[in-house]
């Protein structure tokens, strides 16, 4: 690692009892290309070996160590506020590089000056010929899912495009779009902050891109498990969140019926799979929390004048 002096980005490493995860991890962040860099992890109350690790093997990370689960937003933005880089890389403890993922998305950002966050092709850990993410995408209806997912790389996927957000789990940003319009909101814990911080970033008029040449591993869903109760929960109450946050009174009077749609799909693949009382459970912890989403958004819209009809324009109908 460099110097402070000499660092140009700061890849920041939420960890919650990712003892087996991590090493594969950093040693890929150490093998890349590139040479201008700190690693900063910010452990989240492991009662694992984390930290052990960490400290012992790689000695020269900052790591701060937290006394409990204070959640992803959070442990993103405390590694944020730690840094020391023009450029910040958010990485999940699950996540393997390819050599020169970094340097290639460090080189559009340094070159194309009117993006302001760039993503990788993330493919599947576990079968590295598929595609996990292409860059993030919206619909109207308020699902967030990730482009190409679960499909055969075939190039499809080939070329670099605007697209409508990044996935925190393996992207690169300007250090100063987080001083423009803020961090990650705090009260998401786990899951949608990225999407919530890309619909912010895009009616705040900032472009997101997604390069196909830098390639990355994802094992996913890592620390909660895929469809386990706190992901029902925190990916149906966060969804609530950015709608109540961002989308525009007209959009919703327009598009009511695919919202409400969307909802009845959930919560019928929820009950149906088990997971009906973790659904009802993110209706109610949204309804907790709706004044609070509500005066977030009215700050927002007093202090950006967002570019509704951009944003809206991106989303996918």
């Known amino acids: 690692m460099s110097d402070k002096k000499d660092i140009k980005i700061s890849i920041v490493i939420p960890n919650y009892n990712g003892a087996e995860l991590l090493e594969k991890c950093i040693e890929s962040v150490y093998l890349s290309d590139i040479d201008f860099f700190e690693v900063i992890v910010i452990d989240n109350g492991s009662s694992d070996e984390s930290v052990d690790l ?3 093997k790689y000695p020269d990370v900052k790591i701060e160590k937290f006394k409990k689960n204070t959640g992803f937003a959070v442990a993103c933005n405390a590694g944020i506020k730690k840094s020391d880089g023009e450029f910040i890389f958010l990485l999940n403890n699950d996540v393997e590089l390819e050599k020169s993922c970094i340097s290639t998305l460090y080189d ?55 697209v409508f957000g990044v996935c925190a789990g393996a992207a690169l940003y300007r250090k100063k779009i ?39 591993y994802h094992k996913g869903n890592a620390t909660f498990g895929f469809f386990s109760p706190k992901h029902i929960f925190y990916t149906n109450r966060n969804t609530v969140f950015f709608i109540l946050k961002y989308y525009r009174l007209s959009w919703i009077l327009e598009h009511l019926t695919v919202i409400i749609n969307h909802q009845i799909k959930m919560a019928r693949l929820c009950s149906g799979t088990g997971r009906g009382w973790s659904f009802l459970k993110s209706r109610l912890g949204a309804i907790i929390k709706l004044p609070k989403m509500i005066i977030k958004r009215h ?10 009809q951009r944003t809206y324009n991106l989303l996918d109908k």
């Open 108 to 162: 559009v950002l340094r070159t194309q000056s009117v993006v302001a966050m760039v993503c990788p092709k993330m493919l599947m850990d576990s079968k590295r010929s598929y595609i996990d993410a292409a860059g993030d995408a919206l619909t109207i209806g308020g699902a967030a899912y990730n482009r190409g997912h679960n499909l055969k790389d075939e190039g499809q996927y080939g070329k670099e495009e605007i």
């Open 54 to 56: 960490i400290e012992k």
């Open 299 to 308: 700050f927002f819209l007093m202090k950006f004048f967002p570019d509704w």
């Open 178 to 216: 987080f001083d423009k319009i803020g961090l990650f909101d705090e009260d998401y814990f786990a899951y949608m902050e990225d999407v919530d911080f890309n619909l912010r970033a895009n009616l705040s008029g900032y472009k997101c891109k997604y390069i196909p040449d830098a390639v990355c």
